[in-house]
């Protein structure tokens, strides 16, 4: 189970009823253009889309997923480049396992994901924070791990995002080209503050205490 029906219904609700809600994914639009170009990828899934505006801000099309919006909740097929931004943080605890096998079977070559660690500033309709989950980096690390190949990390003030690659796939084969230093470019100025993060360091930073 992706998301119970009860949880649906408030989500439904949050976006028929908040303009704001579900609108966060267009400033990471430059970041997916980044990507797409590196690895000369056109077929995109937006997993967890809200009101569609990464699809609005890119020239090419956009395969949509969101199980609380109504003509974008059937199941998707698997893309070459899977984005969902902002959404871990609002899955229920009880279903992160089968969301993340989920976004697993759908990667066919490349994932880009960014996840909060903070509280939110909305409310659910049931006393809830908006982000169920709230949890630091060390947390996500060993349930990307188990399903990805980690290409890239960046951790910063209340949010991170990083860049996998299905096991199946090298990201730095010889027709991909070299680490993807640059796909962060061209973000907005809070996403350029972030603080990048070595994979080859990262099991020191954050484990070794």
Not at 16 to 24: A, I, Q
Not at 100 to 112: C, G, P, S
Request: proline share 7%; aromatic share 10%; glycine share 6%.
């Amino acid at each position: 189970m992706l998301i119970t029906d009860h949880y649906r219904e408030i989500n439904a609700n949050l976006h028929n009823t908040n303009s704001d809600y579900g609108t966060s994914s267009s400033r990471w639009a430059q970041v997916v253009v980044n990507i797409s170009e590196r690895y000369s990828i056109r077929d995109i899934l937006d997993y967890g889309c809200g009101k569609g505006l990464l699809k609005q801000t890119l020239s090419w099309p956009v395969r949509e997923y969101d199980p609380a919006i109504p003509g974008k909740d059937t199941p998707p097929e698997p893309a070459e480049l899977v984005i969902c931004t902002d959404v871990f943080e609002h899955i229920e605890p009880e279903c992160l396992e089968n969301v993340l096998d989920d976004i697993q079977r759908l990667t066919r070559k490349i994932a880009f994901l960014t996840i909060a660690t903070r509280p939110a500033r909305k409310v659910l309709s049931d006393g809830r924070n908006a982000h169920l989950i709230q949890q630091p980096l060390p947390f996500w690390l060993p349930l990307l791990w188990q399903r990805f190949t980690l290409v890239r990390v960046v951790n910063g003030p209340g949010e991170f995002n990083v860049i996998v690659a299905a096991k199946s796939w090298n990201p730095w084969g010889s027709n991909n080209g070299t680490k993807p230093d640059d796909v962060g470019g061209g973000a907005d100025k809070k996403v350029r503050g972030l603080i990048r993060i070595q994979f080859d360091k990262l099991w020191s930073k954050m484990f070794t205490r």
